[in-house]
């Protein structure tokens, strides 16, 4: 596996890891994030244990997993599942260079598997340091339990370097994509960050989303009936 980088990260960045998660929350917020701050690609991460696939943008091809910059702002992003058997080894590169890099702060994006519709967020910290940080947004702070993937073991990791880091999890249902949940995010990073991102076209494209699906469950409900009045023959 390797990590490369057309120019380095800047002493004192926020690094942002949003790689695909429940609900594709982290995702869809990086996508989010990425247009609305025209943030440009600084690099790419390589593994033989990626899918093989290669995506395209605009008739031209380009890696599936990359790292984005805006000033000080860094993101992580994959447009493919990262393979379990790639977690440590892709977690060792990302903190040996976040340790080189010197960087201010990790900000782990992810969703929170729930039946609540609330969108409520979440917080876990890897120092008191950290945690300290989330309380002063007034992001409810997770007591107990455990956090997997690569956002747990990057708390880990760079818990031992003295390296800042916070994972801030949205309530998100199942595994089906959740733009409300990521608009949630993105008004976090909006108050820690001073970002004024607008959320609005987010929540707009989750209403279209849900009335879709209910559709969807309507039609289910509708064929079904329709089959139990069939007659039934021996």
Known sequence: MNIILKEPIEKDSIVLECFPGMGLVGHIAANYLIEKLEMQVIGYIESKSLPPVVFFKNGIVEPPMKIYKKNRLIVLHSDVLIPTEMFYDLTEKLTNLLEKSK??????????????????????????????????YGIEILEDGTISGITGLLLYNLSKKNIKSIAILVETIGLRPDPAG?????????????????????????????????????????????????PMFA
């Open 103 to 136: 960087i201010k702060m990790l900000i782990s994006l992810g969703g929170l598997s729930t039946i609540s519709q609330e969108k409520k967020v979440y917080g876990v910290a890897n120092s008191k340091e950290a945690l300290d940080e989330l309380k002063k």
């Open 182 to 230: 990521a608009a949630a995010l993105i008004n976090v990073l909006n108050n820690m960050l001073d970002l004024n991102i607008d959320i609005k076209p987010l929540l707009e494209e989750a209403k279209k989303l849900e009335e879709k699906l209910e559709e969807m469950s309507h039609a289910l409900r509708k064929m079904k009936q329709k089959e139990e009045k069939l």
